[in-house]
């Protein structure tokens, strides 16, 4: 049976935690959304700027699992 706390308590988070790291999740990809479109058109800009929000992202899914 489907319930939407399985997730949130299978990652040590209640629903609250969840939704609001989640979000900043949603936030950070669309700010790197935006900068890789700013890069396509214009190279020279946020050069690193993809690496980076892999390494953030990676940080903060080891900082924010069991």
Known sequence: MYSYFSHPNKVCMNYFKHFKVSL???RIFLVASFKAFIHAIFPNLFI???TMTVCNINNL???NNC
Do not use: M
């Open 24 to 26: 900043n999740y949603s």
């Open 48 to 50: 690193t700027s993809t």
């Open 61 to 63: 899914l080891n900082i």
